[in-house]
């Protein structure tokens, strides 16, 4: 049942929030054990939060858009009073003070939070195997990654746990698991949605957003989570655009540009069956009555070697804050100094430690021009570019992953081979605008394949007018 | 093009960082480290002269509130989640030490 569909439920008294949640709770207890969405599942909180929500219809409040909505949030979002360890080492234990604002915002949308998903530490990572809990398995086949960073998020949302999470995206972290794991997931606009309590990785990439399985339940997520935060400065003033309204407005007269250098011949490794999906999804759109025709955004080739420059550089800087200082792990030695060595050493895993030394490197005096400056400046390249194409069109489209779900273990001993399943998405973080993956069918192997939305900032409804095209006409997905 | 990252960049990086590396840690992050160093190489192919760099995505500007006094977080709250506290202060190890 779709989110709508169970906040209309609990908001006319026709179910409990209750029952909901229980049935929810046993989807998790029936397959959780094989699946390891879940850092921290909270039957307690939830049921309480859930019983809350009954008497509040009882007594005749409306709890909100989502009322007695399971939802799950990735655990590197801070909940007050709950562990939050970014599934890391460093911070596990640690019992955050406060609450994100897209946590509050949940709330008080009367959603009830289940659990904290697992994730790559910290967000680094594209298959949820740098997890210190543990890795989180595809609920489509368990042999397979589920992408990553926010495969616990996507995870959660293909098996059926709940129906919807929050997940978070730097360079892809919620597009590429929600196209592995056959799920719709949406990366807004930068500072569309308050990063106050996210967890920072790269600060100028991050940005919180929806799973869902459907198109208009990711709208009815992003329009709670959206909106101007005064916490965060780098929140957009601008009330949100109503998304669910435009929903059914088709994309009839909208131009359309298929990226031709992340959908071809100009990649190694886009692979011949995520390249015919794209090839059914332009074509649903065009006999939807949009112009569809392939175009040149050049500089999208460069976005994947300035993103790994530029994440890690932020990351090095981020993280300093993990100094066994103020709050979780620390490693006692015979000096501060040593202390911080030891608690880091400790606390974090390999990929944290390869992007904080990466960036720490590129920052370095004698590299900085080389390496992060010239990123800087591929970054303008980029923005400029697609300036340019969105001057003559109103979207673009291309894979959101090269290939399907790969397996466990594939790609963990090359950590480039890894970065690689970035490419087609780190362009719309480096450029701060939004976009989305939806399901479109399945490859040669039975696994989903996501057809990536693209829009310029704040081209959000444009964005979800040609999502919900696209769910229409899609073949028929995987089963969980 | 820049030279290839060495064995002592990355243990001077790692010390930078506040990282200690086993013998073997710092062989194999050397190897990874230029894998990727060397990935993003094919950006010297690129006429960036008169290009400016870009920072962030958002044309940033200062933002300022009212002077108005507001909720703050708990002081016992936040002194309860560091490792070492006294006196409501975090407490840490001699900062002067042997060796320092």
Redesign the interface.
């Known amino acids: 049942m779709s989110a709508r569909h169970l906040a209309e439920a609990v908001r006319s008294g026709a179910r409990s929030a209750r029952s909901v949640l229980d049935e929810h709770l046993d989807a998790i207890s029936a397959r959780e054990p094989e699946i390891h969405a879940f850092n921290v599942v909270l039957t307690e909180e939830a049921t309480a939060a859930a019983d809350e929500i009954d008497r509040r219809v009882a007594a005749g409040e409306d709890p909100g858009p989502l009322a007695g909505v399971p939802v799950a949030v990735k655990d590197n979002m801070c909940t007050r009073g709950i562990p939050t360890t970014c599934s890391s080492r460093i911070l596990e234990g640690?019992?955050?003070?406060?609450d994100a604002t897209v946590v509050e915002r949940l709330a008080a949308a009367g959603a009830v939070m289940v659990g904290k998903t697992n994730l790559d530490e910290f967000a680094m990572g594209s298959s949820t195997e740098n997890s210190a809990f543990g890795v989180t398995r595809n609920p489509l086949d368990t042999t397979k990654v589920p992408g990553g960073s926010s495969g616990g998020s996507a995870a959660a949302v293909a098996a059926g746990f709940v129906p919807l999470s929050l997940g978070s995206d730097t360079g892809g972290s919620i597009r590429q698991p929600a196209a592995l794991c056959g799920v719709v997931g949406v990366k807004p606009t930068?500072?569309a949605v308050s990063r106050y309590g996210l967890v920072a990785f790269a600060s100028?990439l991050d940005q919180i957003g929806p799973f869902a399985r459907t198109v208009s339940d990711a709208a009815l997520l992003l329009e709670v989570i959206s909106g101007h935060d005064?916490l965060d400065?780098?929140s957009?003033p601008e009330a949100p655009a109503d998304l669910t309204s435009v929903l059914d407005r088709g994309v009839e007269g909208m131009r359309i540009g298929i990226i031709e250098e992340l959908s071809g011949d100009v990649l190694e490794g886009i692979a011949g069956d995520v390249r015919a999906r794209l090839g059914e999804a332009a074509a649903a759109l065009e006999a939807a009555g949009a112009t569809v025709e392939t175009t040149s955004v050049p500089s999208t080739v460069?976005g994947?070697?300035?993103y790994?420059?530029i994440a890690p550089a932020e990351a090095?800087s981020n993280l300093a804050r993990y100094?066994?200082?103020?709050?979780?792990?620390?490693v006692?030695?015979?000096?501060?100094?040593?202390?911080?060595?030891?608690t880091?050493?400790a606390g974090?895993g390999d990929e944290v430690?390869?992007r904080?030394?990466?960036g720490?490197?590129a920052l370095?005096a004698g590299?900085y021009d080389?390496?992060y400056?010239?990123?800087?400046?591929?970054?303008?390249?980029i923005?400029d570019d697609f300036a340019r194409a969105y001057g003559r069109y109103d979207l673009l489209l291309s894979p959101t992953s090269p290939t399907t779900a790969f397996s466990l273990g594939e790609k963990t001993a090359?950590?480039?081979t890894m970065?690689l399943t970035d490419v087609c998405t780190i362009p719309s973080n480096?450029?701060?605008?939004p976009s989305m993956s939806v399901p479109f069918g399945v490859g040669d192997d039975g696994m989903p394949v996501g057809v990536q939305v693209l829009a310029p900032?704040m081209g959000e409804p444009a964005m979800f007018r040609a999502a919900a095209v696209l769910e229409a006409a899609a073949p028929p997905g995987a089963a969980a | 093009m820049?030279e290839r990252?060495t064995r002592q960049?990355?243990a001077h990086?790692?010390d930078?960082?506040?990282?200690?590396?086993t013998d073997d840690e710092l062989d194999a992050?050397t190897v990874?480290?230029a894998?990727?160093?060397d990935?993003?190489?094919?950006?010297d192919a690129?006429d960036?002269a008169d290009?400016?760099?870009?920072?962030?995505?958002?044309p940033?500007v200062n933002?300022f509130?009212d002077d108005v006094i507001g909720p703050t977080?708990?002081r016992d709250?936040?002194l309860?989640?560091?490792?070492?506290v006294e006196d409501s202060q975090?407490k840490?190890?001699?900062?002067l030490?042997?060796?320092?």
């Not at chain 1, 015979?334 to 030891?342: D, F, K």
């Not at chain 1, 400056?373 to 390249?381: C, F």
């Not at chain 1, 480096?430 to 605008?433: E, K, Q, R, S, T």
């Not at chain 2, 309860?80 to 070492?84: C, F, I, Q, R, V």
């Open positions: 640690w019992i955050p003070p406060y930068y500072g100028s005064p400065s780098t957009i460069y994947l070697s300035a790994y420059v090095s100094d066994g200082v103020r709050f979780g792990l620390r006692d030695a015979a000096t501060s100094g040593e202390m911080h060595s030891a880091r050493t974090f430690k390869r904080i030394m990466l720490t490197y370095s590299y080389a390496y400056g010239k990123s800087q400046k591929v970054r303008t390249l923005v090359d950590p480039m970065y480096l450029a701060g605008h900032a | 820049t990252i960049d990355v990086v790692a930078l960082a506040r990282l200690s590396l992050f990874q480290l894998d990727i160093l990935h993003a190489a094919d950006l690129l960036l290009v400016s760099p870009t920072a962030h995505p958002l940033l933002v509130r977080s708990d709250e936040v309860a989640a560091a490792p070492s975090f840490v190890p001699p900062v030490g042997e060796g320092l």
